[in-house]
């Protein structure tokens, strides 16, 4: 009997010793996911809790496109947030305003955020120092529009990030968001059509033409 015809005999239910055992097993398998999963996304919420927003103005290839509107788990990760949200406000010298998407790799991300060289291989902090993220590892990157730092130099966080495309549960275990795009995924799938490329090298210019918070917050 072929290899094929035994995995279709023991689903099929026609032997009768191995079969539960085996469907038991895959359905404690799927079940532990499901489960680990809605764990992950649980620590996403938090009850009434008002989350800061920022948002950046871009250009993609001189072209003004769709803002994008970034709300920040400032209950997650408060350090890494409230980083992020100077960069975009400017308010200590160092920003976004003006830097560029150096990495856009179609069906996956876009990456920026270097606001000294502008190609992936620096970076700076709103205050000018170095200091380790304090975002949770254990949350799933199950969807589009989830919001990263980009860790150059282990564990210490700057202004590099990125931002997933599409479902990257690959990354759970390597990278961890602070926030979500919750305005603008047009902007970001128009980037990777116009611009990205197979390297991720852009074959176009996408550039932070302007950023800041909003005043209000959003309730989750």
């Known amino acids: 009997m072929s290899r094929t015809a035994r995995v279709w005999q023991l689903l099929s239910g026609g032997t009768k010793t191995r079969a539960p055992a085996i469907l038991g097993g895959v359905a404690a398998f799927f079940a532990a996911r499901l489960y680990i999963r809605s764990l992950q996304q649980d620590m996403l919420k938090t009850p009434n809790a008002r989350l800061p927003v920022v948002w950046m103005d871009v250009s993609v290839e001189g072209e003004p496109a769709e803002r994008v509107a970034i709300r920040l788990f400032e209950h997650i990760a408060p350090k890494d947030t409230d980083n992020f949200i100077q960069l975009c406000t400017g308010e200590k010298g160092p920003s976004y305003k003006g830097s560029r998407f150096h990495r856009i790799l179609p069906g996956s991300l876009v990456h920026g955020g270097d606001i000294i060289r502008g ?23 199950h969807r589009a529009g989830l919001v990263c730092n980009y860790i150059t130099e282990w564990p ?8 997933t495309t599409r479902s990257s549960p690959w990354l759970t275990k390597s990278v961890a968001p602070i926030g979500e795009v919750v305005m603008g995924m047009d902007t970001l799938w128009k980037m990777e059509e116009q611009c990205g490329t197979a390297s991720g090298t852009p074959r176009g210019e996408v550039v932070i033409t302007d950023c800041g918070k909003l005043d209000a917050e959003i309730r989750m």
């Open 119 to 141: 190609d992936g291989r620096s970076g700076m902090n709103a205050d000018g120092a170095s200091h380790p993220s304090d975002a949770k590892y254990s949350i799933g990157m």
């Open 156 to 163: 210490n966080v700057n202004s590099q990030f990125f931002i």
